[in-house]
């Protein structure tokens, strides 16, 4: 026990819950104390762990047995308190999108390299079972030469949602581009490399969100001519994952996350050998989401020194990188290069 890292989570909303609960349930860390400025939510979820509450961020980089801290709050906090904290030694998880932009997601990453701790950025759907299996397929030729992507994801947000952080261009930084959209980025690069070129349409259709869109349409091209096409969203009133990937000998397409989103399944469709038929096969996965412990038994390997899968700076910059140049192809109605990501370095990605 004593043997443990301590674990501070900044934020307790709906993330911090899960987060908190993973790092309770690992057997290398132990909670030590949660942290929100609405004293309510921290006071809950200390009392489901039997761990100290706090309002103040700044609390936790004070305390010797901390030596491990989350940051989910709201996108603007991220990096201001990801910076004090990576300066005072501590290992950060940084929930996505690292950042508002890719200028505060440099910024950061710069500071992690002068400390030499571990800085992870939370793209959890990459230790989705089903994707891991997509991925592993796809490494193996089961499909051929990757040709395209093309994912849909989204949820029907409720009417409060406009008085929320996500509908404040200051705390949000972005809508749905910067909010699912960034999921959707990070598979796509992790299974296509970093996007070359970006093309895109965004929509404000129903919510009143000012400036931020509820809605994002994403075309992007990739090394070796693979194209990429996404649409996310606040107004999937069903909620839907829906994730493709097209090789010229076969497709796979992962539909679904659990829970709200439908059971999570991947059919594997083979393109015929000979004749018309189709060979299809379909697995179907538990409705148990495991990605958030994968997720962070690859942090917490990371924090002991033995590299890190997933979810690196550079992983987050790269993002970064190709939805500012998103919005900026939204912006201008035109395609939009994209600069490559500093190459990846330091002992956070393996
Ligand atoms: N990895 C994922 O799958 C995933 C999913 C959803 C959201 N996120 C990210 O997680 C972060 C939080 O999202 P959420 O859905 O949990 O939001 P949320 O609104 O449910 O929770 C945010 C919490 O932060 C608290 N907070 C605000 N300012 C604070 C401060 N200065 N100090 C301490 N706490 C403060 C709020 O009171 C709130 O309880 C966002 O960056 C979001 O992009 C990640």
Redo the contacts with the bound molecule.
């Keep these: 026990m004593s043997d443990r890292i301590g674990v501070a989570v900044?934020?307790?909303?709906?993330?911090?819950a899960h987060r908190a609960r993973t790092a309770a349930a690992d057997e290398r860390t132990t909670l030590r104390l949660v942290?929100?400025?609405?004293p309510q939510?921290a006071a809950l979820l200390a009392s489901e762990h039997g761990v100290d509450a706090g309002?103040d961020?700044r609390t936790a980089l004070t305390r010797e047995d901390v030596s491990v801290i989350v940051i989910?709050?709201?996108?603007a906090?991220?990096v201001p308190?990801g910076i004090t904290a990576l300066r005072t030694g501590r290992h950060v998880l940084i929930?996505?999108?690292m950042g508002r932009n890719v200028t505060e997601g440099r910024a950061l990453a710069a500071e992690a390299r002068r400390a030499g701790t571990v800085l992870k950025v939370?793209?959890?759907?990459r230790y989705r079972e089903s994707l891991v299996q997509a991925r592993a397929m796809v490494r193996a030729g089961t499909i051929g030469r990757l040709i395209q992507l093309r994912a849909r994801y989204g949820y029907g947000a409720r009417p409060e949602h406009e008085q929320?952080?996500r509908a404040d261009a200051e705390l949000a930084g972005g809508g749905a581009l910067l909010?699912e959209g960034v999921?959707v980025v990070d598979l796509f690069h992790w299974f296509a490399g970093p996007a070359q070129r970006a093309q895109a349409e965004l929509q404000t259709a129903v919510w009143d969100l000012g400036r931020l869109e509820d809605n994002a349409f994403g075309l992007l091209r990739f090394g070796a001519g693979v194209v990429g096409q996404f649409h996310v969203g606040t107004t999937e009133w069903k909620n839907l994952f829906s994730f493709e990937i097209r090789g010229d000998m076969g497709a796979i397409h992962v539909e679904g996350l659990g829970g709200s989103y439908g059971p999570e399944s991947l059919t594997l469709t083979r393109r015929p050998q000979s004749g018309v038929d189709v060979e299809v096969s379909r697995m179907d996965f538990a409705d148990h989401d495991s990605s958030w412990s994968a997720e962070w038994s690859d942090f917490a390997a990371a924090f002991h020194g033995e590299g890190m899968r997933h979810g690196s700076p550079e992983d987050g910059l790269q993002v970064l990188a190709t939805v500012d140049a998103l919005y900026a192809a939204a912006r201008s109605g035109s395609a939009i290069a994209i600069a490559p990501a500093p190459p990846p370095r330091g002992i956070h990605a393996r």
């Design positions: 900044i934020g307790c909303g709906l993330v911090g942290i929100d400025t609405q939510r309002s961020w989910s709050t709201p996108n906090l991220l308190i929930e996505k999108p939370g793209f959890r759907h929320e952080w909010d999921h």
